[in-house]
């Protein structure tokens, strides 16, 4: 029987050349004897609910994109019961995902990856009905983040968010928030929050290995004598070395404000869904093709 693969790509993405690594892999892949077929939409509402439809009758759903691209995938197969395997090739800005399972950055070295490498299980996290993937992070830096545009993130890539954040760092306020599940509630003023999936963040390793659940470092209550701490962590996303940090592992997680202001999360580079959200941990959610 031949493997069906449906190919999954943003035109917009990162670069902006996914459409033309799209074009070339069904090729490869057809040549090789297998059914190749693609999907693209013009929202990552529309692109959900097409691959809620389509996915669960292929073998493997191939995302050609970044992090924002395969949010939107993992979004649609949470909603599916039977979910094929998952191949990765990476064209997007930043790569946080394929970074930390190796995944080449060549499409020719990713597509051979998925045609005879292994396959690994996969854990992500979910928040109000939406995958996370890598991370999800509110605060100062999540509205910073939130005003880049996507041509300024293609052009200068990680760097625009670090210039944004010291930028803008002396004018960032931290916000009360409290954090609860059914044994434990706590409140903080926050200036930042981050949740992972793993020990990587922005490309770059920032925990020495993966924790057991949805990892949150936070740092907290902005004040002008630790501004060199926070400054440190919009150059480098290191959150190691702050005197200013709380860090947990969990696995499920409400998280509201106290403010009167909407604080909006942001969930694999792109906007999320404002607080309140419910945050769940998904073990070994999906197995996907690595070196």
């Known amino acids: 029987m031949k493997i069906k693969n449906l190919l999954f790509y943003n035109p917009h993405s990162g670069s902006g050349k996914s459409q033309q690594i799209a074009t070339r892999a069904v090729k490869v892949l057809q040549d090789h004897g297998q059914i190749a077929a693609t999907l693209t939409a013009g929202s990552a509402q529309e692109a959900t609910n097409d691959l809620v439809q389509q996915a669960a009758t292929y073998d493997r759903l191939i995302c050609i994109g970044g992090d924002g691209t395969l949010n939107t995938a993992l979004t649609g197969l949470l909603r599916l019961k039977k979910r094929p395997l998952l191949g990765l090739i990476p064209a997007g800005t930043i790569n946080n995902f394929a970074t930390k399972w190796e995944i080449p950055l060549d499409p020719k070295a990713a597509l051979q990856v998925i045609q005879s490498g292994r396959l690994q299980s996969i854990n992500i996290g979910e928040c109000n009905g939406r995958a996370i993937a890598s991370s999800l992070v509110f605060g100062s830096l999540a509205e910073i983040s939130n005003s880049v545009r996507q041509k300024d993130k293609q052009r200068h890539g990680l760097k625009i968010y670090a210039w944004q954040a010291i930028k803008q760092l002396p004018r960032q306020e931290s916000v009360l928030t409290e954090f609860y599940n059914d044994s434990f509630s706590l409140q903080a003023k926050v200036w930042i929050c981050l949740l992972s999936t793993s020990n990587y963040i922005g490309g770059r390793k920032y925990l020495k290995s993966d924790g057991h659940g949805l990892h949150l470092s936070m740092l ?3 004040k002008l004598n630790k501004l060199l701490n926070y400054g440190y962590f919009a150059l480098t996303g290191n ?20 403010a009167t202001a909407r604080i909006y999360t942001r969930i694999d580079g792109d906007q999320g869904p404002a607080l309140p959200v419910r945050v769940v941990w998904k ?9």
């Open 239 to 258: 959150l190691r070395r702050s005197s200013s940090l709380t860090s947990f592992d969990i696995k499920k997680l409400n998280i509201r404000s106290l």
């Open 220 to 222: 907290n209550d902005l």
């Open 283 to 291: 073990p070994a959610f999906i197995r996907c093709y690595v070196p």
